[in-house]
């Protein structure tokens, strides 16, 4: 599948904020809790973005671990190297894209992560190969991504503002059966778990926002959506009209983020 897709840091920032202002669970205490990180251990996150779970292990083990973030994208990464020298925490970042053999010697990592970003792969078979290769016998592999009935309510509002059908996305129509079943035919053993978070809003901006910093990233795999620049404003003020309606007659907007985390062990 080709995937014409790149993120962009004030995007994903946004709604990195968004989810932690409105969400009543939190993420990375739900992540850390069930992927059992020990002391000492030497640790890969791909598609790191800017770095949030590299900092995360690290303040977790108290800096007491080998780190590396590895990402295609050179202006997270950037980020992600300057928020290193602020904290000096010592963590490695690197260039690493899914669709490459991956520029790490094998067997060498005891956890590795990619938290919302594995389907961003063009060939699922052959990252998770990747992926498997440069584990230890006995490491595991935590991924994270959207199931199917993710942000269900955000659909439904694109789908009344605009009349249109939503474009399969690369995240939800792929994550819980392409992508498990890869991981399943690569690694030994899979668990699953899941993290449901409801996001709620009392006023339509904090909406609004997620929205525009979700479209905008995903203008690319939006396309039937977007005809020409204007094309998105026009969008986004249906989306104001048809939410400021919801919210008037349900008192507020509940977005419900239904995350997976598998976990693979090697
Ligand atoms: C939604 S962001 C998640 C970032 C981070 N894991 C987090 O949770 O904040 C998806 C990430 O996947 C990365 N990505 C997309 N395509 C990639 C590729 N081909 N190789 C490596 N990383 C990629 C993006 O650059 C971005 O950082």
Not at 12 to 25: A, E, F, P, T
Not at 86 to 98: A, E, G, P, V, Y
């Amino acid at each position: 599948m080709k995937i014409d897709y790149r993120e962009t840091t004030n995007d994903l920032l946004k709604r990195i904020d968004i989810h932690s202002q409105y969400g009543s669970n939190n993420i990375d205490e739900w992540m850390l809790k069930i992927i059992n990180l020990q002391k000492g251990m030497n640790i890969l996150d791909v598609g790191c973005g800017a770095g949030k779970q590299c900092f995360s292990y690290h303040k977790y083990l108290g800096g007491d671990a080998i780190i590396t973030g590895g990402d295609v994208n050179e202006e997270l990464l950037d980020k992600a190297k300057s928020e290193n020298l602020r904290l000096k925490t010592n963590i490695k970042f690197i260039s690493l894209d899914f669709n490459k053999i991956f520029p790490l010697e094998p067997n060498q990592f005891d956890f590795e992560s990619c938290c919302f970003a594995i389907y961003y792969a063009e060939d699922i078979p052959f990252t998770i190969r990747e992926m498997h290769r440069v584990l230890k016998t006995g490491g595991r592999l935590f991924t994270s991504g959207p199931m199917p009935e993710n942000k269900q309510m955000f659909y439904d509002i694109i789908r009344e503002a605009t009349g249109k059908v939503i474009p399969p996305m690369p995240g939800s129509s792929r994550y819980s059966t392409q992508i498990l079943s890869a991981m399943k035919s690569t690694f030994s053993m899979v668990d699953i778990e899941i993290f449901e978070n409801p996001l709620v809003f009392d006023s339509v901006e904090p909406f609004l926002a997620y929205t525009r910093a979700s479209l905008s990233e995903d203008r690319k795999l939006w396309g039937s959506f977007f005809q020409s620049k204007d094309d998105f404003e026009k969008i986004m003020d249906s989306i104001h009209h048809v939410s400021s309606k919801w919210l008037d007659r349900d008192g507020k907007l509940v977005m419900k983020k239904v995350v997976g985390g598998f976990i693979a062990t090697k």
